[in-house]
């Protein structure tokens, strides 16, 4: 047998499989609706698809519960996280700008500047000035007060917007991390205190002692008066955070393991169901539309929690600042899993028992046979391992399958990127492995013998 005759014979074999597969499908469907004997099956499929898509709403209800508990875990347990989280908002012209008043606010309710002004001009008056002076002096206080303000807020104002602020910011985020655990624990020591009216705070201190160094090193020696200070800045005020300590014991408990919930609850759903591959999409079209609910939920809190803090709490431009540090992670999250999700569903309807994928996969399998004919006219095999790839082809399929679910699940932080790549790859190897794979064909020789075409070279 020649080489062309023999490609030639490979190739009118698959088109005669795919057609075969067609046929049998159409057969056993037209089987299932005329035969009498399939009746008593009604009831049990009707209650299995009862349950599938009862697992599947479960597990589309859970999902965003399961996103926010799985932010929990990683960024509010991991100081490291946390961290970088927290750090980039020393670069905010609304952050910097919001510390630089309480601080300035804090300095001047510790020291009286003017008092301290009158004391030192009325010591120099004390010591022997005469009418004309003194009465110098005395309209000095004011403008020398004034002087001695500005050379505080200057100071305050250049140590605020320099990289040294960026650096204590970092420090304090890191040691009230465990304060912030503390706090969630009803530490009474923590730095980050829980009101009993719901509000949250975090210490000034740490600003104040750096703030007050960097005031001495400009030669404001007046700074040494300021004490040791022990004052909160409400970053948060609402009734509902009453039970913040609660919710979150139960969220970062729950974080580890909720994920893993909403997945199994979708997947249950899909093998108990009848039809299977329409039981994919429905899943994978539910878990979209929950990320779809959770991205709208993000943008309704960030309004709400904005309308209700007053701005004598917290400016509305450093809560909505504040707001979408914290959201930030999980909308990325979300619109990942959610592009995800129609991606599933498109492939789980290419991959069903429809027409249109039919047809498109029967033209998919055609176009490969038609690659590797075209190639093997022109001395390009795959050989032997083309074989082995074909007779393992569902095993390796399954691989390329198993290893962008791993990247999907255990890669954090998830974000569109890593998804579209994941499946961008993930289509690559297979049709890499469409187009190396070597079908193994046999042509009937007797009845009880055939004869192996599968390498001619």
Do not use: C
């Amino acid at each position: 047998m020649t080489d062309l005759a023999s490609v030639e014979l490979l190739r009118r074999i698959e088109e005669l499989e795919a057609e075969n597969f067609a046929l049998r499908e159409h057969e056993n469907a037209g089987q299932a609706e005329s035969d009498p004997t399939s009746a008593p099956r009604t009831t049990r499929s009707w209650a299995w698809t009862v349950l599938a898509t009862l697992l599947i709403v479960l597990g589309a209800l859970l999902a965003p519960v399961a996103l926010v508990a799985s932010w929990s875990k990683t960024v509010l347990t991991d100081t490291d996280r946390f961290v970088a989280t927290y750090a980039p908002l020393s670069e905010s012209p609304r952050i910097r700008a919001f510390v630089t008043d309480q601080t300035l606010l804090v300095i001047n309710e510790q020291v009286d500047i003017p008092q301290i002004t009158s004391e030192v001009i009325d010591g120099i008056t004390e010591l022997g000035t005469g009418p004309r002076a003194t009465e110098a002096l005395e309209l000095l206080k004011g403008p020398a007060a004034s002087g001695v303000q500005s050379l505080i807020e200057n100071g305050v104002t250049s140590f605020v917007e320099s990289e040294a602020f960026s650096n204590v910011w970092a420090s304090a985020l890191r040691i009230s991390h465990t304060q912030l655990i503390r706090a969630m624990g009803e530490n009474p020591d923590a730095a980050v205190q829980l009101g009993d009216d719901g509000s949250v705070g975090i210490q000034l201190g740490p600003v104040i002692e750096a703030v007050k160094s960097a005031l001495i090193e400009q030669g404001i020696d007046l700074a040494n008066q300021i004490p040791v200070v022990d004052r909160t800045i409400i970053i948060a005020q609402s009734d509902a955070l009453a039970s913040v300590q609660l919710i979150y014991g139960m969220t970062v408990a729950a974080g580890s393991w909720l994920p893993w919930v909403a997945i199994l609850l979708l997947a249950a759903g899909v093998l108990v169901a009848r039809r299977r591959a329409v039981a994919l999409i429905w899943a994978a079209v539910a878990l979209a539309l929950s990320m779809i609910l959770s991205l709208a939920g993000f943008a309704i809190g960030n309004v709400a929690l904005t309308s209700a803090l007053s701005p004598a709490v917290l400016p509305s431009g450093v809560t909505g600042l504040l707001y979408e540090t914290v959201a930030g992670d999980m909308r990325t999250t979300a619109v990942a899993v959610m592009v995800l999700a129609l991606v599933v569903a498109l492939v789980a309807w290419l991959a069903g028992p429809f027409d249109l994928p039919r047809r498109l996969r029967a033209f998919a399998t055609e176009a490969a046979g038609g690659l590797r004919g075209a190639a093997e006219r022109r001395g390009i095999t795959t050989g032997r391992v083309g074989v082995w790839i074909y007779t393992r082809r569902m095993l390796l399929r399954a691989a390329v399958a198993i290893a962008a679910a791993g990247i999907v699940l255990f890669v954090r932080p998830l974000t569109v990127g890593v998804t579209l790549w994941t499946l961008v790859l993930s289509a690559v190897a297979l049709a890499i492995l469409e187009l190396a794979q070597r079908p193994v064909i046999t042509v009937p020789a007797t009845v009880n013998e055939s004869i192996p075409i599968v390498d001619v070279e």
